[in-house]
Each structure stands twice: as C-alpha cells, then as structure tokens.
C-alpha cells in the first residue's frame, strides 16, 4: 500500500451552526446502516447544511479520481487537510487540531463516504454535508471531518 503524506496549511475555518432539517445539530449512526463496509461507528456523525448548487455528477469524478489508486492511504496531520476540486464540487478531509498523530484514512475509505452519506444523503437535496467521528460536528472533539460542498 501506498502512503502519501500530505502536508499544507489551511485557515481555521471556525462553527459552520450545521442543523439537520430536523433540527438537531447531527446524526447519529445506529451501527446497522445499508452502507457499504467498512460501515460507520456509534460515534461518527454526519450533517446536512445550508444549500449549494453542487454537481452530482462533479462530486462522482472526484470519487473517480480518488478511487483511480484505491490502494493509496492518506496520512492527515493535525490541522491539515487534504482538498479535491472539480466543477462545483469541493471535497476536504481535515485532521483535527491537537492531534499527535496523523488521521490515516484509506482511497476506499474515502470514497465510500463521500459518495454515502454525503452525495446521496446531502449534496442530491441540495445541501453542503460534513461527516466526523464525534457527533458534536462544530467542536475540536474527535479526529476528522470530511466535508462535501
């Protein structure tokens, strides 16, 4: 397996006051869902925000793009994120800050979860959508967020 190690400095982008259309700040995974292995933990949350004019069709040649090497691994160190662009899509998956270790994340991992819950769940409604594995999505608290916009 290859490991890439990506390494740039991005802005602290602060709250983004995500809601569900429901009105809760995020939701939570049962464990027992119809997506596709490896499937999300009790702790891993995901939310659907705001609207966009998002493309479906350029957030599926992201996922095209990442899954083109999907043997490759990626290696996030805290407060860095990695960044797709294609269109109108926006992919980024951002390591939390004051982590002593890099968030390493998989291709497949990556884009089983940008194509479910996030394009399917959010982006084909016409909202923006972020995933962590803490379900207070708009705190430091946990590893990761992965955002589609």
């Known amino acids: 397996m290859k490991h890439t190690a990506l390494l740039a400095f991005v802005a602290?982008?602060?709250?983004?006051?995500?809601?569900?259309a429901s009105g809760q700040?995020?939701?939570?995974?049962?464990?027992?869902?119809?997506?596709?292995?490896?499937?999300l933990e009790k702790r891993d949350a995901y939310t659907c925000?705001?609207?966009?004019?998002?493309?479906?069709s350029d957030c599926q040649k992201i996922i095209d793009s990442i899954l083109a090497d999907a043997q490759?691994?990626?290696?996030?160190?805290?407060?860095v994120c990695a960044v797709w662009n294609q269109g109108t899509c926006k992919v980024r998956l951002c390591a939390q800050p004051y982590l002593v270790r890099p968030v390493?994340?998989?291709?497949?991992?990556?884009?089983?979860?940008?194509?479910?819950?996030?394009?399917?769940?959010?982006?084909?409604?016409g909202n923006m959508g972020v995933l962590g594995d803490h379900p207070n999505i708009n705190s430091h608290a946990g590893t990761y967020r992965l955002w589609v916009y």
Do not use: H
């Open 72 to 79: 490759q691994d990626f290696d996030i160190y805290s407060n």
């Open 25 to 39: 700040s995020a939701t939570l995974f049962d464990g027992v869902s119809a997506i596709p292995s490896p499937a």
């Open 104 to 125: 390493s994340r998989s291709a497949e991992w990556l884009a089983t979860y940008i194509a479910s819950p996030l394009l399917d769940g959010c982006i084909t409604k």
């Open 49 to 56: 925000y705001g609207s966009t004019n998002t493309s479906v």
């Open 12 to 20: 602290s982008i602060g709250f983004l006051g995500m809601t569900t």
